[in-house]
C-alpha cells in the first residue's frame, strides 16, 4: 500500500470504512462508530420521510438535524459530539432554528389572514360574547360555513389570542378571519 492509499484509508475518502484508522475509534477491523452512524442515518431517514427540503425551506439543513434530534430527546452535548461542533454551537443552531420556524408560522399566518375570504376586525374593548355575531353574520354575507358554536368560537377566539383577550374583554385590536373550509384564524391587529 502506498502512502496516497494510506491517507485515503485515513481520511475516508473513498466512503467506506476499510477497518483503518479513520478518527472513529475503530481498531482491528471493528467499526465503534457504529452507535453515531445510526443516528445519522436516522436523522436522514427522519428529514426524508417528513419531505424536507433544504431548497425549499427556511431551515439549513444543519438547523433541521438538530431539530430533529432535539425532537427525539437527544442532549445538546449528545447532538455537539454526533456531529463534530460545540455545545454551544448546537445551542446557538437550535435557537436560530426555532426563531427561523416562528417567522415562518407568521407568514404563514399572514398570508392565510390575507386570503381568508372574511375578515373581522374586533376592536379593543369589545365584548368577547358580541364577537361570534360579528363572525356568524360576516361568515352569511360571504357564503361560508363555520362549524363551530357561539361558545366554541369564543374560546378558540381567546386562547388564539392569547393575553389580547382577558375573561370576557378583548384588550388588544384582533383580526378574526375565516377560510373557505371554515377554519378560524386569529391575529393581533397591528396599530
Known sequence: M????????????????SGGSDDTG??????????ESEPRLEVDEALGEIGFDADESVLTRRQAEVL??????????????????????????????????EKAR???????????????????GTDLYD?????????DEAGVKVNRTAPELM???SDAAGDAVQGR?????????????GRVQVRRSAD
Open 106 to 124: 407568521e407568514t404563514v399566518a399572514f398570508a392565510e389572514a390575507l386570503a381568508a375570504p372574511v375578515r373581522v376586525s374586533v376592536e379593543e
Open 68 to 101: 430533529v434530534l432535539r425532537e427525539r430527546g437527544v442532549r445538546q452535548s449528545k447532538i455537539a459530539s454526533m456531529l463534530g461542533t460545540s455545545r454551544a454551537n448546537v445551542s446557538s443552531v437550535e435557537s436560530s432554528a426555532r426563531r427561523n420556524v
Open 26 to 35: 475503530s481498531r482491528d477491523g471493528v467499526d465503534s462508530s457504529n452507535a
Open 169 to 181: 374583554e378583548v384588550r388588544e385590536s384582533l383580526l378574526v378571519g375565516v377560510t373557505t373550509g
Open 2 to 17: 502506498d502512502d496516497a492509499e494510506r491517507d485515503d484509508l485515513k481520511s475516508g475518502v473513498d466512503g467506506e470504512n
Open 155 to 157: 374560546k378558540s377566539i
Open 131 to 139: 364577537v361570534p355575531k360579528e363572525v356568524y353574520d360576516a361568515c
